[in-house]
C-alpha cells in the first residue's frame, strides 16, 4: 500500500529502501542541515528514530493530524518504520503515550548498543547492515490480532469505499469489542484508520492516478461530499489537494510507495 508520511522542500534529503524483513516496512534516512520544516501526515506507522550526530533515540507513532514534526531533525536521522498498525510487544504498555508523540529509548537495551554503531557507520547502507545485525527479530515480538489483520483486507478489497458499520457486520466481534480491541492492540480507533487509508490511497491517486475532479475522488473513496473530503484531507495534511500538489515534490524518494 501506497503511504506518505512527511512532505518537505527541496533542502530535505530524503532516501528509503524496503525491509526483507516480517513486519519491518522500510528504512529510511533524513539529512536536514539546513533545519527546514519537516511535515508529518497520519499513516498508522510506528517508527524507530536514530539521531546518530546527538546521541538520542526515539520511537514515534503516527500523528494524528498533519504537522511538523514535534521532534525536529535538525541534522541527519536513520529510521525503521514498521508494518501499519504493528508496534513491538515490549511497547504495547506505552501505546497511548507513544501515539502522535515521540517516546525517548536512548538507554534501553538493545537501542543503545544500536545507537553507537549507527554513528559509527559511514554509510545508509551500511547503517542498515549494522542494524540489522544488532536487532533481534522475532516474529512472535510482532503478533498482529487477527481481527486488525481481517479489516485490514476488508478495506483493501473495498477499494476504501467502505463505513466502519459494514466492516463490523461479518467479523463476529460486537461494535463495542471491536473499538476496544482496536485501540488496546493499536492506541488508534478504527475511524482513525479508515480515513487514514482513504487520504494515503486519495494522494496515490492525486498523484499518479487518472482522476478527473476532485468531487470523482470523494465519491470513489466513500466520503460524503468534496467538503467532508476536502476536511479530512486538510486535517491530515494542512493543505487542500490542490494546494498539497503545488508544494508537494513528487518524487520516490519521499514517498513510501
Given amino acids: 500500500m501506497f503511504r506518505q508520511t512527511y512532505y518537505f522542500g527541496n533542502d530535505v534529503t530524503y532516501h528509503e529502501v524496503p525491509s526483507i524483513y516480517p513486519y519491518i516496512e522500510s528504512y529510511f534516512e533524513i539529512s536536514n542541515p539546513k533545519q527546514k520544516t519537516i511535515m508529518t501526515i497520519p499513516d498508522c506507522c510506528y517508527e524507530l528514530h536514530f539521531f546518530y550526530d546527538e546521541n538520542l ?20 536521522c536513520f529510521g525503521i518504520r514498521f508494518q501499519p498498525m504493528v ?4 511497547f504495547k504498555h506505552a501505546l497511548h503515550e507513544i501515539i502522535d508523540s515521540n517516546y525517548e529509548i536512548t538507554h534501553l537495551h538493545p537501542f543503545d548498543t544500536i545507537l553507537r554503531s549507527l554513528h559509527a557507520a559511514a554509510t545508509f547502507e551500511e547503517r542498515i547492515d549494522r542494524f540489522n545485525q544488532s536487532f533481534f527479530y522475532n516474529t512472535s515480538d510482532y503478533q498482529m490480532h487477527p481481527l486488525i489483520n481481517h479489516m485490514i ?43 487514514v487509508s482513504r487520504i494515503q490511497q486519495a494522494i496515490y491517486l492525486l498523484k499518479y492516478g487518472n482522476i478527473h475532479t476532485i468531487t470523482d475522488l470523494a465519491g470513489a473513496l466513500g ?34 510507495c
Avoid at 508496534?87 to 515490549?90: F, I, Q, S
Fill in 57 to 76: 533515540t526515539y520511537i514515534a507513532g503516527t500523528s494524528l493530524r498533519g504537522r511538523e514534526l514535534k521532534i525536529p531533525i535538525t541534522s541527519r
Fill in 87 to 90: 508496534a513491538p510487544m515490549y
Fill in 153 to 195: 483486507q476488508k478495506i483493501q478489497k473495498k477499494n476504501f469505499d467502505i463505513k466502519v458499520i459494514d466492516m463490523i457486520k461479518d467479523s463476529g466481534y460486537s461494535q463495542r469489542q471491536i473499538r476496544r480491541i482496536f485501540k488496546d492492540n493499536t492506541g488508534i480507533s478504527i475511524k482513525f484508520f479508515l480515513n
Fill in 223 to 256: 466520503f460524503y461530499d468534496q467538503a467532508h473530503f476536502n476536511h479530512i484531507f486538510k486535517e491530515f495534511t494542512c493543505r487542500n489537494p490542490s494546494a498539497f500538489l503545488s508544494t508537494t515534490p513528487i518524487t520516490q524518494d519521499n514517498c513510501n
